[in-house]
């Protein structure tokens, strides 16, 4: 394999003209010592902690870095900033109310995602580990479903997406295999929530657009909270009216 993308290589830059810069070496590291691990990246110009998880994260950061620094930028000066970067649905917390556990949304979507997000997980800690999964109609489902059914203590929950997902009957044998199906997201996380336990970890995974269904319901329940405070009356609007 290296062979061939060293000649697809040379002829992509004949064909281009192009000059290509290969990423220097890094090493990554996790504190495992909180209830969350921390990340941190040495690179050629300092070590910083990242916001990215795992090794993916710093492998991309370190590619990030050494793009920053061919247009002529100095990143040494930028890697306390490191810890700011945002990239939704990667391994991104969010909250839910009735969740006793801590619960992620990360949008790995094809098998070497999911080694990915296996290996990162290895830096946590756990009791039971809730998967909820959607799986996309083009995706190879068993190669995907055998990996998360291979992560320790899993708890498998499978569901549909909004957009080129596997119905119900599309699932097969793996709906014996997991605790439960269910046709809409939030109707599963609710049935997560009645047995997880705080010492359990829950992701939402398998799927970008799984991923995105479940940060678009949290944005629009947050704008109708909002919209709701606002039109209700204020205190002296109540005093006021009452004393009419």
């Known amino acids: 394999i290296a062979s061939s993308l060293e000649s697809l290589q040379k002829q992509v830059q004949t064909r281009t003209a192009s000059r290509w810069r290969s990423?220097?070496?890094?090493?990554?590291?996790?504190?495992?010592?909180g209830r969350f691990p921390r990340?941190?990246?040495?690179?050629?110009?300092?070590?910083?902690?990242?916001a990215l998880q795992g090794q993916r994260?710093?492998?991309?950061?370190?590619?990030?870095?050494?793009?920053?620094?061919?247009?002529?930028?100095?990143?040494?000066?930028?890697?306390?900033?490191?810890?700011?970067?945002?990239?939704?649905a990667r391994m991104q917390r969010i909250h839910l109310p009735n969740m006793a556990c801590p619960i992620f949304v990360s949008g790995d979507h094809n098998a070497q995602g999911v080694e990915s997000l296996r290996q990162l997980l290895t830096s946590y800690r756990y009791k039971r580990l809730h998967l909820l999964v959607a799986v996309g109609i083009k995706k190879d489902l068993d190669s995907i479903m055998e990996r998360f059914a291979g992560f320790p203590r899993v708890n498998l929950w499978l569901t549909t997406a909004s957009f080129q997902s596997r119905t119900e009957q599309e699932f097969g044998p793996w709906l014996e295999r997991a605790n439960g199906y269910f046709r809409r997201p939030m109707e599963a996380l609710q049935e997560?929530?009645?047995?997880?336990?705080?010492q359990d970890l829950c992701v939402i995974t398998g799927s970008l657009y799984l991923a995105g269904d479940i940060?678009?319901?949290?944005?629009?329940?947050?704008?109708?909270?909002?919209?709701?405070?606002?039109?209700?009356?204020?205190?002296?609007?109540?005093?006021?009216?009452?004393?009419?």
């Open 57 to 88: 994260g710093a492998g991309n950061t370190n590619l990030a870095l050494h793009v920053f620094e061919g247009l002529g930028f100095e990143p040494r000066s930028y890697l306390p900033q490191l810890i700011t970067v945002w990239w939704p």
């Open 39 to 50: 990340w941190f990246l040495k690179s050629k110009w300092g070590e910083a902690e990242l």
């Open 23 to 33: 990423a220097p070496a890094f090493s990554w590291r996790a504190d495992i010592s």
């Open 215 to 244: 940060l678009r319901y949290l944005h629009e329940s947050a704008e109708k909270n909002m919209s709701q405070k606002a039109h209700e009356p204020t205190d002296a609007a109540t005093i006021g009216h009452s004393a009419n």
């Open 192 to 198: 997560i929530a009645m047995v997880a336990q705080e």
